[in-house]
Each structure stands twice: as C-alpha cells, then as structure tokens.
C-alpha cells in the first residue's frame, strides 16, 4: 500500500463542457504524485464523457446522471464513488495551481483535529483579487457572514494560516473520517447554502476548518447559473430560511425572523417591484411559501444513510 495519500478531487459538470476542460487542462500541472479526478455530469444536454475522452486527460473518471443533482446530490454522488484517503471538491470554473494538494494536504498535519481545508481563492479575471481568505463568523441576528477579503487587492495581507468558521464551496479537501462521523452535503439544498450548513455539522462534530493561504486557486464564478437571475434569488431566499432554522434556534431566530420579513425581503421585493421584474418577485414567494410548507427535518446525509460509500 502506498504511504502516499490518495486525493479524489471531485468536480460537477453542467451543460459546460469547455469550462469543465480548462479545470482539466490545469491539472496537468499538478505536482502531487497520487490523485484521481471524477467528473460527475449533472444531467447535461449533452453527455460530455466522449469530449473528455478525447481531451486524454489522466486519472479521469467521468460519472454521468441522467438528471441535475444540484451541487450537494451531484458532489454526493462523487464521494461515493471516490477512492481517495482525503476528498477535494471543487468547482469546475477554478483553475488550480502547481503544487496546491500538497499545501492542503500538508495543513492536516497541523493539527488532528482539522477536518477541512481551503485555499485562498482569487478571481480568474482578476488575478490580483481575493475572493475568500476563510470566513467572517455567522451574524445569528441576520444569517448573513461575510468572506474575509472580498474583492481586496492581495498584497499578502491575508497569508496567515489558521482556523476559519465556514469552507468555500468552491475549494474545500476534507478527511474522509469527516464523512463517517458528519455525514454528507445535505441534498435539501439543492444550490447555495450547503457548504455553510455543512460546515456548521462539522465544526459541531469538533472538527476544525482551516484557511490555507499558500494553497491557491483562481475562480471563474456564477458561471452555472450567472450573476443574477431568477432561479439564484430563489435558491438564496429558501436556502437562507432553511439554513437558519436549522442552525440556530431561540432569540437569536426570532430576531433573525423580524429583520428578514420585515427589512430584508420587502427592500428586495421593492427592488424588484420597481422594475417590475416579475419573475424575481416570484422567486421570493416561492421561496418563502416553501419553508412554510416544509418542517425543519434532520439532515437527510446522516452518517447512518451512508450507504454506498466507498470503504478506505
């Protein structure tokens, strides 16, 4: 058996077969001697495994469903099948750096109680620019948290390792005892949210998630869905709701409840009223129709409903 660790990077493809090709194309240059990539297809129009096939891109293993999963089914299914000791998912519209698994990997050994790791993330358009350097702490008053040094120019001011309170959706490598103890992405959320739910479980199971600023990559972003559209106000109205009726309870919600129905949404609705965007005021009906419709449940990616999951 090999002393060196096996990296399962994960990644989703949808309708986006070039995008998903330059993620490949960069990992050409990765450095780390054992990895394996699954691309999992999200029900694209069109099957993109022969286009792949015939990039001959190494270590590819391509996972087609026949329907779009959304980003925690799709990574699910991923995980499921990946070998590796240390899981990666990351988006497809990133493009990776030399030696960025060895600097996640080399992170675990910090400490044992660090569960997940992600790199500084900078935009692909603006190479200088940072997009995340670990999370701010939830606000439990108005769910919102705030990614430390968004849109900053990056002149080294955020290259301090350390502990952060939320992973990127974009870039997280995690442990695979985290599968066993925390369970999977939880697939109620279907698009947004469910790396920050995910990480709340986490860090409640004692581990630690960890912001790596010698590990870097550079992210397209929103490219699945674009910078703002019907079905994005949706998923964030919803999946804001249920988020926080999941992970906090008490005062703190009830406040959150007062500032949501009665500051956040009508400023948004008003928005949207004014330029008579009607799809977009939709989206938040029925968004909010939804979680009044749907009970808070435990996550359905308990630990006990891991079945199918490749055993290390």
């Known amino acids: 058996m090999s002393s060196v660790p096996l990296i399962s990077l994960i990644t989703i493809n949808f309708n986006q077969a070039d995008v998903t090709c330059a993620l490949l194309e960069s990992t050409r240059h990765l450095t780390y001697p054992r990895f394996e990539i699954i691309v999992v297809d999200n029900g694209s129009a069109e099957d993109p495994t022969e286009r792949i096939r015939r990039g001959n891109y190494p270590f590819v293993t391509v996972l087609r469903s026949e329907n779009n999963l959304g980003f925690s089914g799709g990574n699910n299914l991923g995980i499921r099948q990946a070998k590796g000791d240390y899981l990666f998912l990351l988006n497809n519209d990133t493009e990776v750096t030399p030696d960025l698994l060895e600097q996640l990997l080399k992170s675990f050994a910090l400490n044992p109680a660090i569960g997940v790791v992600c790199p500084k993330i900078r935009y692909f358009d603006q190479p200088d620019t940072i997009q995340y350097a670990g999370y701010r702490p939830l606000n439990r008053f108005t769910g919102r948290t705030w990614a430390i040094g968004l849109q900053e120019k990056d002149s080294g001011q955020y290259d301090q390792p350390g502990p952060t309170h939320f992973a990127h959706g974009a870039a997280m490598m995690l442990r695979r005892e985290v599968l066993r103890r925390v369970g ?129």
């Open 184 to 312: 999977l992405l939880d697939e109620s959320y279907f698009l947004y949210y469910e790396e920050l739910d995910w990480s709340m479980r986490i860090r409640r199971a004692g581990f630690q998630i960890f912001y790596q600023p010698k590990a870097l990559i550079y992210h397209k972003e929103s490219l699945s869905v674009g910078k703002n559209n019907p079905l994005k106000v949706y998923y964030h109205t919803r999946n804001r709701l249920l988020f926080m009726r999941r992970n906090v309870s008490g005062f703190p919600l009830l406040i959150f409840c007062l500032y949501y129905f009665l500051i956040a949404l009508p400023k948004a609705a008003f928005v949207y009223f004014r330029g008579w965007q009607k799809d977009y005021l939709k989206a938040i009906r029925d968004a909010v129709v939804w979680n009044f419709r749907h009970p808070v449940a435990q996550s359905s990616a308990r630990p006990d409903r891991l079945s199918g999951l490749t055993e290390r």
